[in-house]
């Protein structure tokens, strides 16, 4: 049996194993160098899962922590890869890296960067072989006492010992990824789906040959007059070939729109997720549905237009060489190329159409959705006389530009190809009036001009796909560029947890001088020199007019916005070494309350939601220690599931004390060593609001709160 132990990495090369996976399975690691893995990162799950995270992700690459239940074990040594795996009670700490399964085997990058092969059962019993041995004793009293037969105890072992260590957790494994902010291309490379598209492309030409020769078989039996049964026997052999081949171009297009539409959607929710306050603060609930629905647009119009697109060059190059070796070979292809022209310059003018039409669609999609939002304040505040000015001239040029997009939609998918069909039958008749023309030759150009025909009519399918999707893709383009964005990273030793600092209590947690900034389009500065140091534990009661920029200042603190001039440092480093994870990680804000959510989850989703999701269990008992001190005990009590219970629009319905409660326990539940609370106290009685203050001056370790005076 192979010794694992000899494959393992130590925690010191913890650092160069992650970036020799990474290379090693085409993941193209950024060339830097990562520091020795200190061992204080052995001390807790947590603190190691965290450095690991920050290590890769200096790197380049995501390292996506992995839970491994003895269930699951097994289809996690099969699948995983690459991928990391912390061996158990391994003195000192050891890890494997897989790199994926090939034909019953694991691949493992040894620590010469030499590949071993190791059997995935070897690999699961080392993994669980601490769990299972001190049950081992009992189940082989239990087996010998029922007298199951020897060939068959193996297996009923394994029964119960899966019954009896189902959810037990095995250990700590991590999948190593490319980031969604990455190449889009090297994602393509990665998912092999270009390969898979020229396969695709091979199959559909092997195809269409298949089918022509079938053809041919048949109709020179037919104009010779030779239709016996050896013609019609491989004229059906040809066709019964052709099958393999329509399941395989299937499959290929089943995985290809799949694999492409998860990357995609994947990078627009990545690309969503780091759009900067400014660039949305401007934007209605209406114009975020909006780019929802073309999302969607992007993905299903691309994808059936690409493919309608690439059947359409098959077919065309093939009809073309078949046009060439029939009647008037050098007319008719000059004739099919000027026509293709003209099927693009018909797109073309369908996409102008289009773009109109959608400008227009997504315009009265806004306005319609921000008056439902609304609405309420419209019946109460508006004269009722008011309530439909200018819906009916919105509705006359929505059809005024539907009805243009309409005929051109209709030149393109209706007059390209029937006008080639009579372009190629008229070249046809004038071939066959001025020159002796054989009857299969005929035969022939007839053949190309129908399969020139169908071909054009996926073309001009294909290109309406195509314009929509292009049309769509302007609307989510900001998504997908703003995932390329760069990042602030941070070495490893700075990103993994607030505690790698030294514990000062003399230190400056935060340092502010001379911070200037201003919105974007604004020419006055919101704040301009402004100033400030924070020492660990202080309290700072921060008061100001309203506009007067509050919020902005503590949005500069916690991460959220860059100040355009000026220096800000977190315990002495600014935050180009911290990273923003990093910074956000030590500095937490609860925003104001337009500017805080409850999710349509669970209660303990919205709490936990900063800290660690899934939780464990003692997260879900902290959070509702927490929510009890907070005074939400009677509304956890009140709640059917409690910290399970549905929440949000669709969900429990919250009041708004109970909202403003939620938002501070899932600031103190971060565990960061600054909080920001902006005015998190406004909307509680007396009582409440002693009650809650309490809580979080016992639990802040540095705190900052926003009120008015």
Same mark, same amino acid.
């Given at each position: 049996m192979t010794d694992l132990a000899t494959l393992a990495w130590t925690t010191a090369e913890l650092g160069t194993a992650i970036e020799a996976l990474a290379r090693k399975c085409g993941l193209a690691p950024r060339p830097v160098q990562v520091a020795a893995a200190p061992a204080a990162i052995l001390q807790n799950s947590d603190a190691l899962s965290q450095w690991i995270q920050a290590a890769a992700e200096w790197l380049g690459v995501d390292a996506e922590p992995l839970a491994m239940p003895y269930h699951a074990v097994d289809q996690f040594v099969r699948g995983a890869g690459p991928a990391l795996i912390r061996l158990p009670d391994q003195e000192p700490a050891s890890f494997l890296l897989l790199i994926g399964k090939t034909r019953g085997t694991v691949s493992i990058l040894s620590r010469d960067l030499s590949i071993e092969k190791v059997r995935a059962e070897v690999i699961r019993d080392t993994l669980c072989c601490s769990l299972e041995a001190p049950l081992a004793p009992e189940m082989d009293r239990l087996l010998e006492v029922t007298g199951i037969s020897p060939r068959r105890q193996k297996m009923v072992r394994a029964a119960m010992m899966h019954e009896r260590l189902r959810d037990r957790q095995v250990g700590d494994g991590w999948l190593l990824r490319l980031p969604p902010g990455g190449s889009f291309w090297l994602q393509l490379r990665h998912a092999r789906l270009p390969q898979r598209l020229l396969l695709l492309a091979g199959m559909h030409t092997a195809e269409y040959v298949l089918w022509i020769l079938s053809w041919w078989l048949i109709g020179r039996a037919a104009l010779e007059g030779r239709f016996d049964h050896g013609w019609l026997l491989g004229w059906g052999l040809l066709l019964l070939t052709l099958v393999p081949f329509l399941l395989l171009t299937t499959w290929l297009q089943g995985v290809l729109a799949i694999g492409g539409g998860v990357l995609l959607k994947q990078r627009l929710l990545y690309g969503a997720l780091r759009l900067q306050p400014e660039e949305i603060r401007r934007q209605g609930v209406g114009q975020f549905l909006g780019r929802v629905i073309e999302s969607e647009a992007v993905e299903s119009m691309a994808l059936s237009g690409g493919f309608l697109g690439l059947v359409a060059a098959v077919e065309l190059v093939i009809s073309a060489i078949i046009l060439g070796v029939g009647a008037g070979s050098v007319l008719?292809?000059?004739?099919?190329?000027?026509?293709?022209?003209?099927?693009?310059?018909?797109?073309?003018?369908?996409?102008?159409?289009?773009?109109?039409?959608?400008?227009?669609?997504?315009?009265?999609?806004?306005?319609?959705?921000?008056?439902?939002?609304?609405?309420?304040?419209?019946?109460?505040?508006?004269?009722?006389?008011?309530?439909?000015?200018?819906?009916?001239?919105?509705?006359?040029?929505?059809?005024?530009?539907?009805?243009?997009?309409?005929?051109?939609?209709?030149?393109?998918?209706?007059?390209?190809?029937?006008?080639?069909?009579?372009?190629?039958?008229?070249?046809?008749?004038?071939?066959?009036?001025?020159?002796?023309?054989?009857?299969? $030759? %005929?035969?022939?150009? +007839? =053949?190309?001009? /129908? @399969?020139?025909?169908? #071909?054009?009519?996926?073309?001009?399918?294909?290109?309406?796909?195509?314009?929509?999707?292009?049309?769509?893709?302007?609307?989510?383009?900001?998504?997908?560029?703003?995932?390329?964005?760069?990042?602030?990273?941070?070495?490893?030793?700075?990103?993994?947890?607030?505690?790698?600092?030294?514990?000062?209590?003399?230190?400056?947690?935060?340092?502010?001088?001379?911070?200037?900034?201003?919105?974007?389009?604004?020419?006055?500065?919101?704040?301009?020199?402004? $100033? %400030?140091?924070?020492? +660990? =534990?202080?309290? /700072? @009661?921060?008061?100001? #007019?309203?506009?007067?920029?509050?919020?902005?200042?503590?949005?500069?603190?916690?991460?959220?916005?860059?100040?355009?001039?000026?220096?800000?440092?977190?315990?002495?480093?600014?935050?180009?070494?911290?990273?923003?994870?990093?910074?956000?990680?030590?500095?937490?804000?609860?925003?104001?309350?337009?500017?805080?959510?409850?999710?349509?989850?669970?209660?303990?989703?919205?709490?936990?939601?900063?800290?660690?999701?899934?939780?464990?269990?003692?997260?879900?008992?902290?959070?509702?220690?927490?929510?009890?001190? /907070?005074?939400?005990?009677?509304?956890?009590?009140?709640?059917?599931?409690?910290?399970?219970?549905?929440?949000?629009?669709?969900?429990?319905?919250?009041?708004?004390?109970?909202?403003?409660?939620?938002?501070?326990?899932?600031?103190?539940?971060?565990?960061?060593?600054?909080?920001?609370?902006d005015e998190s106290f406004a909307a509680l009685d007396p009582e409440t609001l002693r009650q809650s203050l309490s809580c979080v001056l016992r639990r802040a370790p540095t705190l900052m709160v926003i009120a008015h005076p």
């Open positions: 008719h292809v000059f004739l099919l190329l000027g026509w293709i022209v003209v099927t693009l310059v018909l797109s073309w003018r369908y996409f102008e159409r289009r773009r109109q039409w959608t400008n227009a669609r997504l315009q009265m999609t806004h306005d319609l959705v921000e008056r439902m939002v609304g609405h309420r304040t419209r019946l109460v505040q508006e004269p009722r006389e008011h309530w439909h000015d200018g819906e009916d001239q919105e509705l006359e040029r929505y059809q005024e530009i539907s009805t243009k997009m309409d005929r051109a939609a209709a030149r393109l998918t209706a007059f390209s190809p029937r006008g080639w069909l009579l372009l190629g039958i008229s070249g046809v008749t004038y071939t066959f009036v001025t020159t002796e023309t054989a009857p299969v $030759t %005929l035969a022939i150009t +007839l =053949g190309g001009i /129908l @399969l020139a025909y169908r #071909a054009l009519r996926r073309l001009a399918a294909g290109l309406w796909n195509i314009s929509d999707a292009a049309i769509s893709w302007q609307q989510v383009a900001q998504l997908f560029q703003a995932a390329a964005r760069p990042q602030a990273l941070a070495p490893p030793i700075f990103g993994f947890s607030p505690e790698s600092l030294p514990s000062d209590g003399n230190r400056k947690t935060v340092e502010a001088h001379d911070l200037v900034f201003h919105y974007q389009g604004r020419g006055e500065a919101v704040l301009h020199g402004c $100033t %400030l140091s924070v020492q +660990l =534990g202080e309290r /700072l @009661l921060l008061e100001g #007019a309203s506009g007067c920029g509050k919020s902005t200042f503590a949005s500069l603190l916690s991460g959220m916005r860059l100040p355009n001039s000026g220096l800000l440092l977190l315990n002495g480093l600014d935050r180009n070494t911290l990273g923003e994870d990093g910074w956000r990680h030590r500095i937490v804000s609860a925003p104001q309350f337009h500017e805080n959510h409850v999710l349509t989850e669970s209660f303990a989703f919205n709490l936990l939601m900063g800290r660690r999701w899934p939780p464990r269990q003692e997260d879900l008992q902290e959070a509702e220690v927490v929510c009890r001190e /907070l005074g939400l005990g009677e509304l956890l009590d009140r709640m059917p599931a409690g910290l399970l219970q549905m929440v949000g629009e669709t969900g429990w319905q919250l009041s708004h004390g109970e909202r403003s409660r939620l938002y501070i326990a899932r600031a103190l539940l971060q565990g960061s060593e600054m909080m920001i609370f």
